[in-house]
């Protein structure tokens, strides 16, 4: 789940993404074959394939598996052609969300997202209709000694091109445009900070607070939406309470 400023979600993030290190890195290997594919095979010349790469290999993803992926997408791998697309709608409550989906068959992976949110109590909308609620940027998140340390991190990376940042306490995350994304990563990494996310994000303008027995239901309807194969990432402007997470996630 991504699209949060909450830190407890990306924890959440985190602890769904352990638990299936096997659909894991399939996930993370068409992320590389289409990002090898639109841009080139080679990381150095490739920021896209670049990142995905990074992310198989904090992952811990098996070098032949990042390398089978390469392959693939320069027609020497095994598989069908992989497309992706956007889909939008909302949960309970009418929370906005957007999946980022890979997917060698359209219709199969439309009608079984279709059939989550319909069983979930969402809504698969129309090309568009949340869209404009997000933007596509650069998410750098990590935890400080202390909160002011983490402000004198915030004050650092808008000095190094961030746009925005926002601290919970000893958190931080920071926001940039794609374009500055890798500078100000490597910026980061300079000060020897540990960066705990590293991302091309779609971050809601705004988030919308969800309670109780709303919160729980977006919570599994996202879950659901995570579970399918073809589904890379899920973007919400939901934000839910640290308590719902925390109890949630356990």
């Known amino acids: 789940m991504s699209g949060h400023s909450k830190w407890s979600s990306i924890k959440h993030q985190k602890g769904v993404v352990d638990a299936r290190r096997g659909q894991l890195f399939t996930k993370l290997a068409r992320e590389i074959t289409v990002a090898a594919r639109e841009g080139g095979v080679d990381p150095g010349m490739n920021f896209r394939l670049r990142l995905a790469v990074q992310r198989g290999r904090d992952a811990n993803m098996p070098l032949e598996n990042v390398d089978r992926a390469i392959k693939r997408a320069a027609g020497l791998g095994e598989g069908g052609q992989l497309e992706e697309i956007f889909y ?12 980022q989906v890979l997917t060698d068959n359209r219709n199969r992976t439309a009608s079984e997202v279709r059939n989550v949110f319909s069983r979930s109590g969402g809504n698969l909308g129309e090309s568009g209709c949340v869209a404009w609620m997000f933007s596509n940027k650069g998410v750098l998140a990590l935890e400080a000694e202390s909160e002011e340390q983490a402000e004198d991190i915030a004050l650092a990376a808008i000095e ?5 940042f926002k601290q919970d306490g000893t958190y931080l995350e920071v926001f940039s445009k794609p374009a500055d994304f890798e500078a100000l990563q490597q910026t980061l990494n300079g000060q020897g900070l540990k960066i705990t996310l590293a991302e091309i994000s779609m971050v809601p303008s705004a988030s919308v607070a969800v309670e109780d027995r709303i ?6 309807l996202i879950d659901k939406l995570e579970e399918l194969d073809d589904v890379q990432k899920v973007y919400t402007n939901a934000d839910f309470p640290d308590a719902i997470l925390e109890a949630f996630q356990s």
Do not use: F, V
Request: hydrophobic letters at 40%; zero cysteines; aromatic letters at 4%.
């Open 215 to 220: 919160a729980e239901r977006n919570l599994r």
């Open 88 to 99: 939008e709608g909302y949960g309970p409550g009418g929370a906005a969300i957007m999946l």
């Open 160 to 164: 190094a091109g961030a746009e925005d």
